[in-house]
């Protein structure tokens, strides 16, 4: 068995707090290196089921962990959740989710999937790969207002405009179809660079979640999740940029009432009960794992308990 190094990996399998015979959900299985180390804590008893839209985890699943009985996976996108877990009889009985955010280092490393502008490849960025758009088809379709919002939007890329013209001006002449074309692209027409980061990383985030439905997914998966958990079940979100955390904090913060408006002469609402209890626990990986794993740098932990009502 060989298993990438997942980030955070020991204070994920902490802040879980896995019983020995509980129920857990890894929602983004990845290459099952989060899932190894969730197995490794469960007894016979305990089960583990994970989940992920990549055809390439399901044959590192199928590969890596057959033999394990404790052990189920679906090929799914995570906001299928509730789905998969009313089919197996797991609704409100789960006792840890985990939810690792964002593309995954085996997809990143693989040039034939489109993710980086570290290396040459095709412009697919799909991390399901049996839906038709790539990167590449939509680029090729989207015009320049459509993609200026999408890498503003996704990505907070102050010059989208100035790229997304560049990408129009470019495509009259030769199609985009390649990882390299793009980043340079990016890289000619950006003015001034940032240190220790490449001129093209906000554009490649802001086409890839934008592919894959990544920050509606997110949206859907979250209540669901909720539901799942037992009591004192746990949710563990692992999220590696600003659009992804503010949702997940939002969501552990609760419905909050707004008394804008209110009129002076009535009494403002009770304010919701809370729903979770926030976990402490380190947030950022610490600098032995900043140094074995560059890429755990941009990671926030975020966990929360399930109450009882």
Not at 49 to 67: P, V
Not at 101 to 124: I, K
Not at 155 to 167: D, K, P, V
């Amino acid at each position: 068995m060989t298993l990438h190094t997942p980030v955070l990996a020991g204070p994920v399998v902490l802040a879980l707090a896995i019983k020995s015979d509980g129920y857990y959900v890894d929602c983004t299985f990845g290459r099952g290196g989060h899932s190894a180390a969730i197995l490794a804590q469960l007894g016979p008893e305990g089960r583990l089921l994970a989940l992920d839209r990549d055809r390439e985890a399901a044959m590192a699943a199928e590969r890596d962990f057959a033999g394990d009985a404790r052990f189920n996976f679906r090929q799914t996108a995570f906001s299928d959740l509730g789905s998969v877990l009313q089919a197996v009889g797991w609704s409100g009985r789960v006792n840890g989710i985990l939810l690792d955010l964002g593309v995954s280092s085996p997809q990143l490393d693989e040039a034939e999937r489109g993710f980086s502008f570290s290396s040459d490849g095709p412009l697919d960025m799909r991390m399901d790969q049996s839906q038709p758009m790539t990167a590449a088809s939509w680029l090729r379709r989207a015009d320049e207002a459509e993609i200026a919002e999408v890498i503003w939007r996704y990505g907070e890329e102050r010059f989208s405009r100035r790229i997304a013209r560049a990408i129009i001006e470019t495509r009259t002449e030769t199609p985009l179809t390649r990882t390299a074309q793009l980043a340079e692209l990016v890289a000619r027409v950006l003015p001034g660079r940032e240190r220790q980061k490449h001129p093209a990383t906000r554009t490649f985030q802001a086409l890839r979640i934008f592919i894959n439905d990544e920050l509606e997914e997110l949206d859907a998966v979250l209540p669901q999740a909720e539901a799942a958990l037992a009591t004192g079940g746990r949710l563990v979100v692992l999220s590696f940029h600003s659009l992804e955390d503010r949702r997940v904090k939002q969501f552990f913060r609760g419905p909050e009432s707004s008394h804008s408006g209110w009129p002076q002469n009535l009494p403002l609402p009770e304010p919701p009960s809370p729903r979770w209890r926030l976990v402490r626990m380190p947030r950022r990986a610490d600098a032995s794992e900043l140094a074995a794993n560059p890429r755990a740098r941009s990671a926030t932990l975020r966990v929360a308990e399930r109450l009882p009502w």
